[in-house]
């Protein structure tokens, strides 16, 4: 048996794993978006701003924040959001555009009140 299969085997084990680490999403805070200066995909959690949301030609807009930071967030179908008391929380999956603080979402999704606590 070759000497260098078991290094190779490392090396490629790990180069794997550092290149899904890289490319899995984690949830990101509203005020992580402050930074972000180039149009970028992201998945962030945050809190509806109250009497934010509003309907218009099918398409859901309102506004999440974190306390600290408020962004926009359109969304092109309907989320139940009565579902989370006093507008709570909600990950929102899309892209943000940072020239007019905007988040436009492929996926929102807001708990379930049977699962918070």
Excluded: W
């Amino acid at each position: 048996m070759n000497k260098f299969v078991p290094v190779v085997t490392l090396a490629l084990t790990f180069g794997i794993l550092g290149f899904l680490m890289l490319n899995s999403t984690g949830y990101s805070s509203v005020s992580d978006l402050k930074g972000v200066k180039d149009v970028k995909s992201v998945v962030v959690m945050g809190n509806v701003t109250k009497g934010s949301v509003r309907f218009e030609n099918g398409t859901m807009h309102f506004r999440i924040n974190d306390g600290g930071y408020e962004v926009k967030v359109v969304f092109n179908g309907y989320v139940n959001l009565d579902n989370v008391s006093g507008y709570g929380t909600v990950v929102v999956k899309g892209v943000y555009y940072p020239n007019n603080k905007t988040i436009v979402a492929k996926s929102v999704e807001s708990s379930c009140p049977s699962k918070r606590q």
